[in-house]
């Protein structure tokens, strides 16, 4: 199982940027998927999670409305569409596989494989 995070990078306030998970060694058919993020002197935090076997996705009360998850089956990708982006988005973005069909939850603890993650800075 791999997961390599792409697409961070500098954004302004209230701008926008997706992230790309690519998931090598499994198909996105077998694991959920989440998406979590750690800021400096922060715990690493659940953003999202997207089940495997429909497009029901679990988001974090700082991010709803603001971001939403996707995939392309065919890339064997999920994607993290991040809209108005305030400073306080400014982390390290990880995906993540959860080892079960249905997301239920955000913690960490419940996620197996990493990926090594995609700086997002938020900033004018």
């Known amino acids: 199982v791999q997961l390599v995070e792409s697409g961070g990078g500098l954004v302004q306030p209230g701008g926008s940027l997706r992230l790309s998970c690519v998931a090598s060694g499994f198909t996105l058919d077998y694991y959920a998927i989440g998406w979590f993020r750690q800021a400096p002197g922060k715990e690493r935090e659940g953003v999202s999670c997207m089940n495997s076997k429909d497009d029901n996705t679990l988001y974090a009360d700082s991010v709803k409305g603001r971001f939403s998850m996707s995939r392309d089956w065919d890339k064997n990708t999920v994607y993290l569409q991040m809209n108005s982006l305030k400073p306080e988005d400014t982390a390290v973005y990880y995906c993540?596989?959860?080892?079960?069909?249905?997301?239920?939850?955000?913690?960490?603890?419940?996620?197996?494989?990493w990926g090594q993650g995609t700086q997002v800075t938020v900033s004018s």
């Open positions: 993540a596989t959860y080892g079960r069909y249905y997301c239920s939850t955000l913690r960490k603890s419940d996620f197996d494989s």
